[in-house]
């Protein structure tokens, strides 16, 4: 495995786990920023935010897990994309509305851009509201 190919799957399982950014950090850049086209992320800007957001999913879905599909590495443009898989049942509180029982499985990819072996921007391509429609939150 590369070095960025290192740092960013290093990064992706400390966020995903919900280790929080304390263990992000250390792979990113102090003000990597974060991007998503879907709404559930739409006041989400940093990755700093994002990993906080993370780590406060294991709440209302304590079995929150991920799976790694395959990572791609471009070396000439400093991008690392991971495509994965997470499940979960919306089983705990600390939503608006309460515990559904209900269980989601989604594909998603992150596209971590790199500066100086460094995290400095992520981009998120999923389809959070079919996420959302199966767990019964839309």
């Not at 919900?18 to 086209?37: N, P």
């Amino acid at each position: 495995m590369n070095t960025i190919e290192t740092i960013a799957t290093n990064f992706h399982h400390a966020c995903m786990t919900g280790k929080g950014w304390q263990a992000c950090e250390q792979y990113c850049t102090s003000d990597a920023t974060f991007t998503h086209e879907g709404t559930m992320f739409a006041d989400t800007s940093t990755l700093q935010a994002y990993a906080a957001f993370i780590e406060h999913v294991f709440t209302p879905v304590p079995d929150f897990q991920h799976e790694v599909l395959s990572v791609g590495v471009d070396e000439r443009q400093q991008r690392v994309l991971i495509h994965y898989l997470v499940r979960g049942t919306h089983t705990g509180e600390g939503l608006p509305f309460p515990p559904t029982g209900k269980s989601m499985e989604s594909r998603c990819m992150l596209v971590l851009y790199f500066e100086n072996e460094r995290i400095n921007h992520a981009e998120k391509v999923w389809n959070d509201h079919e996420m959302m429609k199966q767990v019964g939150w839309v």
